[in-house]
């Protein structure tokens, strides 16, 4: 059964202090690994696509990253705009069903 | 934005009630999903359809049923609603972006539904 792990569930971050979100998974046969970005009240966002180990991709101040068993949400510099839940999701090979983490909760104060 | 959206976006029911949602895009996707959304469980796919009249259930498809007569609709039915489908209800649409590779999903603003 595929499964996404999601660490920490939440996170405090001052203005401009650099982390990192964890998304641990186990699937047979990765397709693709997703982050999203979801504010209170709206549906989530869709921030990028990581399709095989070693990849990276970035987008202003966030960089995903991918290994075979995690992948990693990069944070620098945050602003308080960046202040959401970030979802982690994944495909497996067969499936037309994406799997969920429950999510990390970052807030980023001024 | 994606162009979908879920009607409607507010919604109290009486339990024993039956509820249905829809969900219209504009983006002629092929795959359409609907999940709800609950505190400590995350995201969860209730159904989802791959074409008209082609659907399939999800984790969690007892006590709900689907229908997509049209693309651009996906209709989500709960026949008798209970309390424990309180909840958040998101839809989301998908396409092939490459061949045999992945694709990722688009969400709708979703629908607060609460049975009382």
């Known amino acids: 059964e595929d499964q996404v792990t999601q660490s920490p569930e939440a996170l405090r971050l001052q203005e401009g202090e650099s982390s990192s979100l964890n998304c641990s998974y186990t699937v047979s046969g990765l397709r693709g690994l997703f982050w999203y970005r979801q504010d209170p009240g709206k549906g989530p966002e869709f921030l990028f696509t990581l399709y095989s180990a070693g990849e990276e991709k970035e987008k202003e101040r966030l960089k995903a990253t991918l290994t075979k068993k995690e992948s990693f949400l990069h944070i620098t510099a945050p602003k308080p705009e960046d202040s959401a839940t970030y979802l982690c999701?994944?495909?497996?090979?067969?499936?037309?069903?994406?799997?969920f983490g429950k999510g990390t909760k970052l807030t980023v104060n001024p | 934005d994606a162009g979908i959206t879920q009607s409607p976006r507010h919604k109290v029911t009486e339990t024993g009630t039956p509820v249905t949602l829809r969900c219209h895009q504009t983006?002629?996707?092929?795959?359409m999903y609907w999940y709800r959304q609950d505190p400590g469980h995350g995201l969860r796919l209730i159904h989802y359809?791959?074409?008209?009249?082609?659907?399939d259930k999800g984790e969690v498809s007892d006590g709900y049923s689907v229908s997509r007569s049209k693309t651009e609709d996906f209709l989500l039915t709960l026949e008798s609603a209970t309390s424990s489908q309180t909840s958040v209800y998101f839809c989301a649409i998908s396409d092939l972006l490459r061949a045999g590779l992945s694709y990722e999903q688009y969400f709708g603003p979703g629908t607060r539904l609460t049975v009382t």
């Open positions: 983006e002629n996707h092929r795959y």
């Open positions: 999701a994944v495909l497996s090979g067969g499936s037309e069903k994406l799997v």
């Open positions: 359809s791959y074409g008209v009249k082609d659907t």
